[in-house]
């Protein structure tokens, strides 16, 4: 099964990208999503409110993502310390959905990885595709506040996440997102079209 990653900044069209391939038929995981999940796991909380404070908590003990966001996006050195905890957990729910779509025999996987750093690192290094969207920061600031998200907060998630010019580096392809959604989608199926002619 291909792994296909789907990588670029905070309101680059990753999401916009992804759907073009699942309307194809292609199942996807969205590594925000899976992020999302390990917040139930209590090894997770427990490291989490150790870190962070129990502020992180809402009253029904789960955590409050904007209030751990607050505090884990305001330098370099505490996004470290967000990441060495909830991304092992991440990568350990992303291998078991990978081999549970393995096993359903599907030809490949459409994987959405807002925080790739490099394919060297444990949960991008057996990508078969790393496609970039990329798109200027402002335009993506722009539809991100657009889409709901305060612009500080846009700003300073964007600051812990490596450039453009990092992507494009790594990547197998480059979509470049700066027209309609629609010329994404196109430019998206005429490269499907074409890869997946050779599974
Ligand atoms: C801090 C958390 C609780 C904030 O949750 P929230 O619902 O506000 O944001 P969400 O998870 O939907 O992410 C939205 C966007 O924020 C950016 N972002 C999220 N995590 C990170 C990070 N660790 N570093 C840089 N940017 C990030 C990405 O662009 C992402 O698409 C959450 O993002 C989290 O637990 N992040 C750490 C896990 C992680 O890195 N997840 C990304 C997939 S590997
Ligand atoms: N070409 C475009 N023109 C205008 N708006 C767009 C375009 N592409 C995407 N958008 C909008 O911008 C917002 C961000 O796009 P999308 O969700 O696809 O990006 P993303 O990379 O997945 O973002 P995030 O990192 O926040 O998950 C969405 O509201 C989307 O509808």
Redesign the pocket.
């Known amino acids: 099964m291909k792994k296909l990653f789907i990588i670029?900044g905070?309101?680059?069209?990753?999401?916009?990208a992804r759907k073009a391939l699942v309307d194809q038929g292609l199942p996807h995981i969205d590594l925000?999503q899976v992020g999302h999940d390990v917040l139930l796991w209590d090894t997770v909380k427990g490291e989490l409110v150790e870190t962070f404070g129990a502020d992180i908590l809402g009253p029904d003990g789960e955590i409050v993502r904007s209030a751990l966001a607050a505090k884990a996006f305001v330098n370099p050195a505490e996004t470290r310390k967000l990441n060495r905890i909830t991304l092992p957990r991440i990568e350990e729910a992303f291998t078991d959905r990978v081999a549970e779509l393995e096993s359903e025999g599907h030809v490949a996987v459409v994987v959405?990885h807002?925080v790739f750093k490099n394919r060297q690192t444990s949960l991008a290094y057996d990508a078969d595709v790393v496609m970039a969207?990329l798109a200027p920061l402002d335009m993506r600031i722009e539809?991100?506040v657009?889409?709901g998200w305060e612009e500080a907060d846009v700003r300073r998630r964007i600051a812990q996440q490596i450039t453009d010019a990092d992507r494009i580096e790594a990547a197998d392809v480059v979509f470049n997102?700066d027209?309609?959604?629609d010329?994404?989608r196109n430019q998206v199926l005429a490269w499907w079209a074409e890869y997946s002619k050779g599974l």
């Open positions: 670029g905070m309101g680059a069209g990753k999401s916009t925000d959405e807002s969207v539809r991100a657009k889409a997102n027209g309609t959604p010329e994404l």
